[in-house]
Every structure is written in C-alpha cells, then in structure tokens.
C-alpha cells in the first residue's frame, strides 16, 4: 500500500509535468482514496475503460488522455459528469499526464518506441510549444517495406502510408498521436521517413512533393507505448500491482 500523496509526488519528479505548456492539467484530475492498494492505467479515460478499473478494484487510474482539456466547456454535464461520477463514488483517483508522456526520453511514446526498434543516434525532434516531445535517430539500412513491416508489427496497427521518399531507408522522426502536420519539420530535417499516429489528405500531397516516406499507425496505437512503461515503472517502484486496460480503438 502507498499512499496517494506519495505516488502523486513521484510521478510529478518523473514526469516533471510543470515544464511543460499543455492544452490539459497534468497530475491528479480527480480525487479518490488516500490510500493505493492497485493501480490501473489505460490510454484514455473513457467510460468503458473507468468500468473496467472499478471491476479491477482499482484504487487508481493512469491515463494519457484524460477528463479535462483546455477548450471544454465549463458544465459538468453528460458523459463528463457520468465518467467523474463513476469516479467519485469508486474512490478512484484519475491521474493524467499528456506531453510530459510524449516527451519522457526513456518511458514516452516516441523514445521509447524508437529504442525497442533499434533506432540508435536518438535526439530531441518535433518542437511543440517550445519543447521538443518527440525523437529522431538512424537504423540499420532496409527496404521501405521492412520497415514498415517493423512498425506494423510493433504497434500492431496497420500503417496508413505516403511512400514518396527513398526505397532504402535508415533514418526516422516519430511523434506519437496527431502530428502528421510534422511532416513539414521531418522533410527540413531530411529524414527519410516520419511516423506519427493520424493522417490527413494533404499529407499524400506533401510526402511525394517532399520525397519522404510517412506512416500513421493510428492516434491510439502509437500512444498505448508511454503508459504501459509508465506503468510498470511505478508497479516496480512501489512493488503494488498495475494492471493495463486495452480499449480496442482503430483511430
């Protein structure tokens, strides 16, 4: 058991959510039990997965995409006072962390996802609102279709795909999540291929004029990394069972 003061303080020293200007609050959204027996974690906050950790006895609940966003309304009405509703009455304590979970160079979405790939010769890419939440580096030289065999394979998501670039690949940016505007910053940095989670159709346009490879594998896909790591950095820590919620989401 631990308490929730404790495990708030070591998210906030591992995440260092306060360096970041996010579009939501990161940390505690909403307030549960004092003390933390299990813990749950999940991509988004969604009604099914908040059922889901109430019937796993969680006490509380780590999220990427949490309740509060910064052009909501105001109102606690609808879905928003049903899912903190739910909360409130199990006692479950909501924690949230967006960019800092992007960016963290170990357990985020993006360095983590290059490392387990093999990527080498990481660095800081993708600059949002004066930090740089996701990663760039070098691999192994391969043909365009092995690599997307690797990213099909690791985020287990079938890639949306612009190939206007090289044949041969064996550089990369990935920002998870919506970012295929990045493209523009990934074709600057002449990196031969950029992944990232959405797509839009000017982006078909734009990989073949800026000759670079793209690949979306989906918004939720490429963001079910960062709070898997995260949770099993804090199951580990604090030695108290974290379980992850899946929510089949093909966005």
Known sequence: MITLQELSSYLDALLKPADFIDSCPNGVQVEGKQEIHKMACAVSANITIIDAAIKARADALLVHHGLFWQNDPF?????????????????????????PLDAHCRLGNNWKAAADMGWGSLEPFGVF??????????????????FQNQLEKYYGHLAHVALGGKREVSTGGIISGGAHRNIEQAAEEKLDCYVTGSFDE??????????????????????????????KEVSHHFDIPCEFIDHKNPF
């Open 129 to 146: 609102r004066n930090m740089s939440i996701g990663v760039k580096g070098r691999f192994q030289t391969r043909s365009v279709q092995d």
């Open 75 to 99: 109102p606690i009405i609808g879905t928003k006072k049903e899912k903190i509703e739910k909360l409130l009455k199990a006692g479950i304590t909501l924690f949230a962390f967006h960019l």
């Open 202 to 231: 000017p982006i078909w346009d734009i990989a073949h004029e800026r000759k670079i490879n793209f690949f979306a594998l989906g918004h939720h896909a490429t963001e079910r990394i960062g709070i898997q790591a995260l949770g």
